[in-house]
């Protein structure tokens, strides 16, 4: 393991933070040319709720995934849910005052064109992804 120090961690910090910028931002132009276009963290909406299949995912849990407001989060549902058919909500059996939300079957297309979009775009990158992550390929 080699330790970094003072000025080399702050380099190293902030050209992650380029190169993350750079990356979500080729996520985003990709992203948005589907039709229905999505956004980066509507994608992670569709992606959490694909890992969840089978289980109701909470507003609150996935606020909570998405590191956003739930306001921010209720507010991407309702359009998700108006706009493009791709979740539906509904309250929750044992606590009314909960919102359960589910993927359709659109949803589940849209998931699918945005897995491929998000795969071209990361396959560019993928030697700094795997030094990023610490992982070796062998």
Not at 19 to 29: A, D, G, H, I, P
Not at 101 to 110: K, W
Request: overall charge negative.
């Amino acid at each position: 393991i080699v330790l970094l120090r003072g000025e080399e961690m702050l380099e190293n910090w902030l050209e992650l933070q380029k190169f993350t910028k750079q990356v979500n931002t080729e996520l985003e132009r990709s992203l948005s040319q589907m039709v229905p276009a999505v956004t980066v963290n509507e994608f992670y909406v569709l992606h959490f709720l694909e890992q969840n299949a089978g289980h109701d995912l909470r507003v609150s849990d996935l606020s909570q995934k998405l590191d956003l407001s739930l306001s921010a989060t209720s507010r991407m549902l309702v359009r998700f849910e108006q706009t493009c058919n791709v979740i539906t909500r509904n309250q929750g059996q044992e606590d009314k005052r909960s919102v359960r939300i589910n993927l359709t079957a659109e949803g589940e297309n849209v998931l699918s064109e945005a897995k491929q979009r998000i795969d071209a775009v990361l396959s560019k990158y993928e030697e700094k992804l795997v030094n990023f992550g610490g992982i070796k390929n062998d």
